[in-house]
């Protein structure tokens, strides 16, 4: 199967969509297409939280603030998966999840992890019906004449899905794929924890507001209440648990700390941003 | 198959997509992820205009303001469909529809319907690749922490699937399910047509602020216009009837009367809000 | 393979998926289902940059403000495509571009294209579990209560599938179809580019306020500012070439000049709506 993940809205994902059936009959899943518009971060802790639930698949991923510049196109290879998209880093928080089932120690590219850049002028080209596009080789190059999602991500999603899952040791036969040993990095924070107290950041926020921080949940464990800034909140296993409108800290299903205001947004009510830092408290 | 419907937005679903993946190649459709948050009725309302025009699939539903709390997971079983979700009535209309077609009377839970509480204990979980998350066993129970979607309903509904939608009958021999024969209950409420007036409410508002009522279209046969909480209204068969910003009376796809405003939102021009209570008489 | 397009926002799309499910096995794949409502032009155009990139398919379209209204329903055939949807015109972009793979001429109907009327009383209808609906022959016909996505569209579009996609010179056999040789007119508007000087119009605005316009991206080829309506702006092949909140223009993936902001909306910098006049000078 192929997961697709973006942050393109509609229609474009459509197009990837078609252009993998032209390779493709394998099962094709949605994670998102909505993902904050070119938040390299916040899409490397949602494929990190939802690809592990994935059985083996390609994940196609694009979220590519770098598109038009000279930044490579990836495949990276964990375990029984591979992730394809921009090398900006978005894949690799994903990637060392996925690998870390076949792996003693945190993979790293060359140690659990196997990087190929995608040489697209090996690559079949999409078939596309109909007329040329008005601007073919005439029109300067811009962020989206190139639509790399569909006309190089897709394609080398679809051809590395049909090469076969069960045959990633042998990748380099394809020929648009060259090994390489080093990619652009990306960790996400770590908050640091000692003495009852924990710092950190806001990772992302979701769509219903909830700030998601990186403090790993158990900094929850027994409170009551935690002091959040400085300030005193409830910590609750419910939304329900609160009124209406008010605020509460709770252990979300990624396991980390988060704000959030019953039938509210916690970002507003709490003043938080993605990046914002956090300081929680025993209280 | 299985047909997806939750309020959770994005990413959210997608773990649910994988996990199902894990156990059954069969088709996935997303029947909505934005149902209003938490309103049961609503999610009820819409499953229950939608599922009737699926063929024999397992239906697994996440509207579930009770998450947290100590409500059951459900399935029940309506002809040869299974609806798998929280214990909140949420299910019910649809399955009250599904099973019409094999029973002479309203089915009910024993007659006409199954329904088996869902012994998580007895599940196998999902298999999740990487690291555990960073609050196993540490943090305390929260809204998400254990994500029932993903890691109860998910895993129930393809386990269900694979047993086999021709097997229905012999659902028990699944060891996690434990026939019930109390369910919470939920019955959309029915308008009251006499004498040339009804009276009912707005059951729905949809994503284009038609505000659906529960009388039936029926009410405005042979009516030109209606009066609509005192107010004169046409009654139209296309919203083109009546001039843009205009307001208008017609009879939506479920059968409903709707109170419309040709490219405009019916909601706020009429001031109504779920729940509203709306006369109508003939005008 | 069946793609469905429509403007119904959720959870109407689920109901046409339930539809065809009933009648095929075959892939559905979503294009987008948040058209601009009732914006018959810009789905004709989203379709026209979209369906090309799909293998041989179905593709079902509902964007019908005229539904209610005495429009046919039509399939066009074109190539080894087959559209379905209201005869407004909608459809006719893409058919003449799917159907120029296989001729010489610019396409038309009976030159390239066929075209036929679905006569609906001649479609099996849906099946429906469970109680009639509250209104059946009863209420008055509305915009809805023929739901036409679901209740003609996504039929005709299932049994044109099943029919064979290999067997589309016989599609007479299928008793819904009756060939037409007129159906409603749709051209996407050209722009005329002449002495430095191109003016044309906003075909859509895309999802993130990006302001398509119809003026060929060659017309910026060798530029690095153009004037866009007497404004001088630079032409950048990346949005991080400007810096945050100003203004560029580009060539987008479908290859025609796009006004953009960096991490803005150019359709509101610029004051454009779609429609509007755009008039590009050599700057």
Same mark, same amino acid.
């Given at each position: 199967?192929?997961?697709?993940?973006?942050?393109?809205? #509609?229609?474009?994902p459509?197009?990837?969509r078609?252009?993998?059936?032209?390779? #493709?009959?394998?099962?094709? &899943?949605?994670?998102?297409?909505? =993902?904050? $518009?070119?938040?390299?971060?916040?899409? @490397?802790f949602?494929?990190h939280?939802?690809?592990?639930? =994935?059985?083996?698949?390609?994940?196609?991923?694009?979220?590519?603030?770098?598109?038009?510049t000279? $930044?490579?196109?990836?495949?990276?290879?964990? /375990?029984?998966?591979?992730?394809? /998209? +921009?090398?900006?880093?978005?894949l690799?928080?994903?990637?060392?999840?996925?690998a870390?089932t076949?792996?003693?120690?945190?993979?790293t590219? *060359?140690? *659990?992890?196997?990087?190929?850049?995608?040489?697209?002028?090996?690559?079949? +080209?999409?078939?596309? @019906?109909?007329?040329?596009q008005p601007?073919?080789?005439?029109?300067?190059s811009s962020? !989206?004449t190139? =639509?790399?999602? $569909?006309?190089?991500?897709?394609?080398?999603?679809?051809?590395? !899905?049909?090469?076969?899952?069960?045959?990633l040791d042998?990748?380099?036969?394809?020929? =648009?794929?060259?090994?390489?040993?080093?990619?652009?990095?990306? #960790?996400?924070?770590?908050?640091?924890?000692?003495d009852?107290r924990?710092?950190?950041?806001?990772l992302?926020?979701?769509?219903f507001g909830?700030?998601i921080?990186?403090?790993? *949940?158990?900094?929850?464990?027994?409170?009551e !209440?935690?002091? &959040?800034?400085?300030?005193? &909140?409830? %910590?609750?296993? #419910?939304?329900?648990? &609160?009124?209406?409108g008010?605020?509460?800290?709770?252990?979300?299903? !990624?396991g980390?700390?988060?704000?959030? %205001?019953?039938?509210?947004?916690?970002?507003?009510?709490f003043?938080?941003?993605v *990046?914002?830092?956090?300081?929680?408290?025993?209280?």
């Amino acid at each position: 199967m192929i997961t697709l993940s973006s942050d393109f809205g #509609t229609p474009y994902p459509a197009a990837m969509r078609g252009v993998l059936s032209q390779r #493709t009959a394998t099962r094709l &899943v949605d994670v998102a297409h909505d =993902f904050p $518009r070119q938040d390299i971060r916040a899409a @490397a802790f949602w494929l990190h939280e939802t690809l592990p639930y =994935f059985p083996p698949a390609v994940h196609l991923v694009v979220v590519d603030p770098g598109v038009g510049t000279d $930044r490579n196109a990836l495949a990276i290879r964990a /375990g029984d998966h591979v992730l394809v /998209g +921009p090398d900006n880093g978005v894949l690799l928080p994903a990637a060392r999840r996925l690998a870390a089932t076949t792996s003693a120690s945190e993979p790293t590219i *060359g140690s *659990g992890l196997d990087a190929y850049i995608i040489d697209d002028a090996q690559l079949d +080209p999409p078939a596309v @019906a109909g007329h040329q596009q008005p601007t073919d080789s005439t029109g300067p190059s811009s962020p !989206h004449t190139t =639509f790399h999602g $569909r006309d190089v991500f897709a394609p080398a999603a679809g051809d590395i !899905h049909e090469f076969g899952l069960d045959r990633l040791d042998a990748l380099t036969e394809l020929a =648009f794929l060259e090994p390489t040993s080093t990619v652009s990095p990306l #960790t996400l924070p770590d908050a640091t924890v000692a003495d009852g107290r924990a710092t950190g950041e806001v990772l992302v926020v979701d769509d219903f507001g909830n700030a998601i921080t990186n403090v790993p *949940g158990s900094f929850l464990a027994d409170c009551e !209440h935690v002091r &959040v800034n400085g300030e005193r &909140v409830p %910590v609750a296993t #419910t939304f329900g648990a &609160v009124p209406v409108g008010e605020r509460l800290a709770t252990v979300g299903s !990624h396991g980390y700390v988060e704000l959030d %205001v019953n039938q509210g947004r916690g970002d507003e009510t709490f003043g938080l941003i993605v *990046g914002a830092s956090v300081t929680l408290e025993s209280a």
